[in-house]
């Protein structure tokens, strides 16, 4: 499928958009969320989790310090992953990510991702968001062949 584009305005949108958007991560599905520091990757999150009735919008909160929030639903697990304080490939690997990803109630969603090249070969999905004013923001969501050669 070609990667689709979006365009959201205000936090409520981009929400919305992640509601929507959660009709096509049905799992076991990985998912990098790629952006830049306040580009919205936490607050899509809010809207998928809560289209699997997961947890409500008020309770995502980045996992910056806990790295792994895990939010259950009554099908589904959604999993929010930050690895932006991680380094290593050792560091990522006491994680459990491996676990946790092979589980298919598992909706696994990781922010910086892209930093683990062992991680980049297994994203199903990526969706990249981009600030182009202080409240709108560009959004891609891409399937693998459409990002393949970023991999590395
Ligand atoms: P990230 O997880 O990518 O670091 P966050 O989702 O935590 O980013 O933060 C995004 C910030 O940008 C929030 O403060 C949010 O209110 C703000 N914001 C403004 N406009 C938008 C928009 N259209 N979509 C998403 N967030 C927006
Ligand atoms: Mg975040």
Same mark, same amino acid.
């Given at each position: 499928m070609r990667t689709q584009e979006f365009i959201t305005r205000s936090p409520e949108e981009t929400i919305e958009l992640?509601?929507?958007? $959660?009709? !096509?991560?049905? %799992? %076991?599905r990985l998912v990098l969320l790629r952006g830049d520091l306040g580009a919205g990757k936490t607050t899509i999150t809010k809207g998928i989790a809560e289209a699997? #009735? $997961? $947890?409500?919008? #008020?309770?995502?909160t980045s996992p910056t310090f806990t790295l792994i929030h895990?939010?259950?639903? %009554?099908?589904?697990s959604v999993y929010h992953i930050d690895l932006y304080r991680l380094d290593t490939q050792r560091e990522l690997e006491t994680?459990?990510? !491996?676990?946790?990803? $092979?589980?298919?109630r598992n909706l696994v969603?990781? &922010?910086?991702? !892209?930093?683990? %090249?062992?991680?980049?070969?297994?994203?199903?999905? &990526?969706?990249a968001i981009e600030r182009t004013g202080p409240e709108e923001r560009k959004i891609q969501f891409k399937n693998a062949a459409d990002f393949a050669d970023q991999r590395g």
């Amino acid at each position: 499928m070609r990667t689709q584009e979006f365009i959201t305005r205000s936090p409520e949108e981009t929400i919305e958009l992640g509601r929507k958007l $959660a009709s !096509e991560l049905r %799992p %076991p599905r990985l998912v990098l969320l790629r952006g830049d520091l306040g580009a919205g990757k936490t607050t899509i999150t809010k809207g998928i989790a809560e289209a699997f #009735d $997961a $947890a409500e919008q #008020d309770d995502v909160t980045s996992p910056t310090f806990t790295l792994i929030h895990e939010y259950r639903g %009554p099908e589904f697990s959604v999993y929010h992953i930050d690895l932006y304080r991680l380094d290593t490939q050792r560091e990522l690997e006491t994680l459990g990510l !491996e676990e946790i990803i $092979a589980d298919e109630r598992n909706l696994v969603l990781i &922010e910086w991702g !892209e930093k683990f %090249p062992s991680l980049m070969q297994q994203f199903q999905v &990526e969706i990249a968001i981009e600030r182009t004013g202080p409240e709108e923001r560009k959004i891609q969501f891409k399937n693998a062949a459409d990002f393949a050669d970023q991999r590395g």
